[in-house]
């Protein structure tokens, strides 16, 4: 892990390695014996917030998977700009297109606040997949979904505006908690990234949105929708 060499290995660590590779879909469909099989492969190391895990330009032969803390995966447009892909919450994991074929990343994962990360070589997953070919269905099945999201995304971006951009991921959010309060999963600067704005606008519009009565805001990240159809007539 090319940025993290300052952070002493924590292999001693197991019982934490052992859990971080439960929290995986990928993984934690399988019988707890060969949990600790992939935990013993797995090293685990402490990323500080601002720190890289991996950078756009690094080589590519590990899976990270987020045990404890936030991580951003961000590309850089041609002027420097962020363009955020996603957000890694405990459970989640990045660096899996390297487990196809070895190359260089293209993306950035950057901590947001202090995170524990997991880390399996692409040759010991390679090896646990040959042992467990539902691994690949699984894996299969992460990569279908992040597809799917990528496009309703990038869709979302090229054609609606940028009130039903907001509504639709405040609606989103609503819709996987099963709860009309949520909370933003990022700063409001990462989700102007992440739905092709700016900061300010995302806060006008939210604000706007409390004027009419639809939502109410606590703090910065929690909100409770009042109103959800009158918001999804934006």
Not at 10 to 39: D, G, K, Q, W, Y
Not at 77 to 106: C, M, N, W, Y
Not at 176 to 195: E, T
Request: hydrophobic residues 35%; negative net charge.
């Amino acid at each position: 892990m090319e940025h993290c060499n300052h952070v002493p290995n924590e292999r001693h660590t197991e019982p934490l390695r052992e859990l971080c590779v439960s929290l995986v879909p990928i993984f934690n469909h399988l019988p707890h014996n060969e949990l600790v099989n992939i935990a013993d492969r797995a090293a685990m190391r402490t990323v500080r917030r601002n720190e890289f895990i991996h950078r756009a330009g690094d080589h590519s032969n590990q899976l990270y998977i987020v045990h404890q803390g936030k991580v951003k995966v961000y590309r850089l447009s041609e002027d420097g700009k962020e363009q955020l892909v996603r957000i890694l919450q405990p459970g989640d994991f990045t660096g899996e297109l390297a487990l196809f074929s070895p190359g260089q990343h293209d993306s950035y994962a950057e901590a947001t606040e202090d995170a524990r990360v997991c880390i399996i070589s692409r040759d010991d997953l390679s090896a646990l997949m040959l042992e467990h070919p539902e691994i690949c269905m699984h894996l299969l099945s992460e990569l279908a979904q992040r597809l799917g999201s990528s496009e309703k995304q990038t869709a979302a971006i090229a054609t609606e505006s940028i009130n039903a951009r907001i509504v639709l991921y405040l609606a989103s959010l609503s819709e996987q908690a099963k709860s009309r309060d949520i909370r933003l999963p990022m700063s409001r600067k990462d989700l102007a990234s992440y739905l092709g704005t700016s900061p300010e606008t995302i806060s006008r519009r939210l604000k706007e949105f409390e004027d009419e009565g639809w939502i109410a805001q606590t703090g910065q990240r929690g909100i409770r929708i009042h109103d959800l159809d009158a918001l999804l007539l934006q």
